[in-house]
């Protein structure tokens, strides 16, 4: 099963009494998923800062100091 998931990418869902219990991925697939989360997250907080006026404007970023 593990060379299975990781070569073929496809998660294994690990069943207990007839229901989803586990989902097994391989190691690589889940540093995608959770950079991705992490990108998302980014981006939500980003808009939210937008959204509440917490931004700053180029032209008040002194690069200089």
Sequence with gaps: ????????HHPIVITQNGKAAAVLISP???????????FIDSVQKGLTDVQYNRIVCDEDLDLES
């Design 1 to 8: 099963m593990l060379h299975e998931v990781q070569h073929s």
């Design 28 to 38: 690589a697939d889940f540093d995608f998923l959770t950079e991705q989360v992490r």
